[in-house]
């Protein structure tokens, strides 16, 4: 009887210390997000499983050409996926189809030969805020809507698209430069 006991006990403890580990990542280093909509392809899918990094924001600051998870600033409880353009400090201007930060369009490799960035827009960033944009720039709710992201608003930076799998993808960073 006391062999079961003991079993019993390291089992337990077994499930206790997983539990605790898998809470403590998921709260602080990563957290698995789905991709719902379309804005942001062709890139991400509508389904994509992602993994966001939680933590790098923490000692490092985001650049340009990061795809973020971050909260709705019209509604905290949503989230968003959206990709940097524009930094603390820049000016983002939004003109002839292009995204020109600080005078200078910005390779933009990540999206097809030929993508237009509808709106007329120019927007000096602050101290802590960002100006996002989503892949699918016909369609895509972002900054050129609702204006800048203030930093807090953000979850962390996508690290991995684990599925579907024939899609797997490690996400390394930046895409673009100023």
């Known amino acids: 009887m006391k062999k079961y006991l003991l079993d019993a006990w390291e089992i337990l403890e077994t499930i206790i210390v997983a539990v605790a580990a898998i809470f403590l990542i998921y709260t602080y280093v990563a957290q698995p997000f789905v991709v719902d909509g379309s804005s942001m392809q062709p890139n991400f899918q509508n389904g994509d499983y992602l993994l966001v990094d939680e933590i790098t924001y923490r000692f490092e600051k985001p650049e340009r050409g990061q795809v973020i998870v971050f909260h709705n600033p019209q509604d905290t409880k949503e989230f968003y996926i959206k990709r940097i353009v ?3 400090g ?3 201007k939004v003109d002839n ?6 005078g200078q369009p910005i390779n933009q490799s990540y999206l097809p030969s030929g993508t237009q960035t509808p709106g007329n827009e120019t927007v000096l960033l602050g101290k802590d805020q960002y100006f996002v944009v989503g892949d699918n ?3 895509s709710y972002d900054s050129r809507s609702w204006g800048p992201l203030n930093g807090s608003l953000i979850v962390g930076v996508v690290r ?3 599925w579907p799998l024939n ?6 960073y930046p895409y673009a430069t100023g």
């Open 86 to 88: 524009g930094l603390p």
């Open 90 to 92: 820049d000016t983002v």
């Open 97 to 102: 189809g292009q995204v020109i930060v600080d």
């Open 137 to 139: 720039r016909l369609i």
């Open 160 to 162: 991995l698209r684990f």
């Open 167 to 172: 899609e797997l993808h490690i996400f390394t």
